[in-house]
């Protein structure tokens, strides 16, 4: 056994402390019944196999509350979460207010994605998610394998090319994608909410003193070149490590979703309590470890393994290799909302972002800035509905 040289994790203190707080309680009847069909909405449940053998779960709402159930003519939209959320996300608020049941009722095809090792996406054609090896990705998978499978699924069963809304880690997954010129003959266009991709000056609390300190030190397992992470579950974190997040200087835990994403200014405690229900979701070690690479770093790069044998042994090079924004197609309809007051992604690494992105088509890109908006009212804020996703209707209406 091997201790892993520390790469100080930000993201995995935050879901640990998410764990500790006991605030998940997975409703078993699926996303469908228990979110979709209770507000009157059509629901379908799909399966998509990712060419890495994962079994990925996919809501459909063909149609909106009052629309015709046929989907022909109709444009596809796939919405994707963040980080330790699930499609639960999209629809937490009331139907006039939750982007997901707002694009239905505009007469969108909605499909909701959920990221490998999340309830609805558990599956494997040999893994168990008991097997460690099950749990060795990042997000690099997640713009490898899972992202394309989606997008090849529902360009199949629609016919068209995909809209795309990418909420934090949904973002970064896409953006990876673009820049290996991945997902060009089925992507119609890409709104990226709270875009992540520099992280290097993220302003969350809990986030810098993760990454700056060891709190959430991880052991990892070399045998027979291979590594084998343990899993972040909702159950790993005990009360020591809350008490210890929880007690450092700036640090509120009486608002924990403030604490991690900044001072939300329009979430409703409806809301709030009822996304408590579907998060955390599960995600892996190694996922985090890349995360908090990018936090210390400041770059966009492949998992890196550290020693420069083993990065050898997957790059073809000692280190690994680098996501250029830049190589983005300079015509691909990009949609940018992003909110002054966030804290996981701050509008000086959005900007560093939107730099690499200098000389893409002017007429394809739109900034949609909100001062007020931190992480989370993006897809929860009262008031998204005006706020950002009339614009992004506009958007959409133009590609």
Same mark, same amino acid.
């Given at each position: 056994?091997?201790?892993y040289p520390?790469?100080? %994790? @930000?993201?995995v203190? &935050?879901?640990?402390a998410?764990a !500790?707080?006991? *605030? /998940?309680?997975? +409703? $078993?009847n699926g996303?469908?019944k228990?979110?979709?069909e209770?507000?009157?909405?059509?629901?379908?449940?799909?399966?998509?196999?990712t060419e890495?053998?994962?079994i990925?779960g996919?809501?459909r709402?063909?149609?909106?509350?009052?629309?015709?159930?046929?989907?022909?003519?109709?444009l596809?939209? %796939? @919405?994707?979460h963040? &980080?330790?959320?699930?499609?639960a !996300?999209w629809? *937490? /608020?009331?139907p +006039? $207010?939750?982007?997901?049941?707002?694009?239905?009722?505009?007469g969108f095809d909605?499909?909701l994605?959920n990221a490998r090792?999340?309830?609805a996406?558990?599956g494997?054609q040999?893994?168990?998610t008991?097997?460690?090896?099950?749990w060795?990705?990042?997000w690099?998978?997640l713009a490898?394998?899972? %992202?394309?499978?989606?997008?090849?699924y529902v360009?199949?069963?629609?016919?068209?090319?995909?809209?795309?809304?990418g909420?934090?880690?949904g973002?970064l997954?896409?953006?990876?994608?673009l820049?290996q010129?991945k997902l060009?003959?089925?992507?119609r266009?890409?709104?990226?909410?709270?875009p992540v991709a520099?992280l290097?000056?993220i302003?969350t609390?809990?986030?810098r003193?993760?990454a700056?300190?060891y709190?959430a030190?991880v052991t990892?397992?070399?045998?027979?070149s291979t590594?084998?992470f343990?899993?972040?579950r909702l159950?790993v974190a005990?009360?020591?490590l809350e008490?210890f997040?929880?007690?450092q200087p700036g640090?509120?835990?009486?608002?924990f979703?403030?604490?991690?994403?900044?001072p939300n200014c329009?979430?409703?405690?409806?809301?709030?309590n009822l996304?408590?229900?579907h998060?955390p979701?599960s995600?892996?070690?190694?996922?985090?470890v890349h995360?908090?690479?990018?936090?210390?770093?400041g770059?966009?790069?492949?998992f890196d393994?550290i020693?420069?044998a083993i990065?050898m042994q997957?790059?073809n090079?000692?280190t690994?290799?680098v996501?250029n924004?830049a190589?983005?197609p300079k015509?691909v309809p990009l949609?940018f909302?992003?909110?002054?007051?966030d804290?996981?992604?701050?509008?000086?690494?959005?900007k560093a972002?939107?730099?690499?992105?200098?000389?893409?088509?002017?007429?394809?890109?739109?900034e949609?800035?909100?001062?007020?908006y931190?992480?989370?009212?993006?897809?929860?804020?009262g008031?998204?509905?005006q706020?950002?996703y009339?614009?992004l209707?506009t958007?959409?209406?133009?590609?």
């Amino acid at each position: 056994m091997a201790k892993y040289p520390s790469n100080h %994790l @930000l993201l995995v203190a &935050l879901l640990c402390a998410f764990a !500790a707080a006991g *605030i /998940n309680s997975l +409703d $078993q009847n699926g996303i469908c019944k228990s979110l979709v069909e209770t507000q009157g909405y059509t629901c379908q449940d799909h399966q998509v196999t990712t060419e890495d053998g994962y079994i990925l779960g996919l809501q459909r709402i063909p149609s909106g509350r009052s629309s015709n159930n046929s989907t022909a003519q109709k444009l596809p939209v %796939l @919405l994707q979460h963040g &980080l330790t959320m699930d499609a639960a !996300a999209w629809l *937490i /608020n009331p139907p +006039d $207010q939750a982007l997901a049941f707002i694009l239905a009722d505009k007469g969108f095809d909605v499909w909701l994605a959920n990221a490998r090792g999340t309830q609805a996406s558990r599956g494997h054609q040999s893994l168990s998610t008991n097997d460690p090896t099950y749990w060795e990705w990042t997000w690099d998978q997640l713009a490898a394998y899972d %992202l394309p499978a989606f997008f090849n699924y529902v360009n199949n069963q629609t016919g068209q090319k995909v809209h795309y809304v990418g909420h934090s880690l949904g973002t970064l997954s896409v953006l990876a994608a673009l820049s290996q010129q991945k997902l060009s003959n089925t992507l119609r266009s890409a709104a990226l909410l709270s875009p992540v991709a520099y992280l290097g000056q993220i302003t969350t609390v809990l986030g810098r003193i993760s990454a700056q300190s060891y709190s959430a030190d991880v052991t990892l397992l070399y045998i027979d070149s291979t590594y084998k992470f343990w899993t972040l579950r909702l159950w790993v974190a005990g009360q020591n490590l809350e008490t210890f997040l929880c007690s450092q200087p700036g640090v509120d835990c009486s608002n924990f979703m403030a604490a991690v994403t900044g001072p939300n200014c329009c979430i409703t405690p409806t809301s709030s309590n009822l996304i408590f229900q579907h998060i955390p979701q599960s995600t892996s070690t190694k996922n985090m470890v890349h995360l908090s690479e990018m936090i210390r770093r400041g770059t966009i790069t492949m998992f890196d393994y550290i020693f420069p044998a083993i990065n050898m042994q997957h790059y073809n090079q000692l280190t690994p290799p680098v996501y250029n924004m830049a190589s983005i197609p300079k015509d691909v309809p990009l949609f940018f909302g992003y909110g002054g007051r966030d804290a996981l992604s701050d509008v000086n690494d959005v900007k560093a972002l939107l730099n690499d992105l200098s000389d893409h088509d002017k007429d394809k890109l739109v900034e949609q800035y909100v001062e007020e908006y931190a992480h989370m009212d993006f897809i929860m804020g009262g008031n998204a509905n005006q706020k950002v996703y009339d614009p992004l209707l506009t958007f959409f209406g133009q590609h």
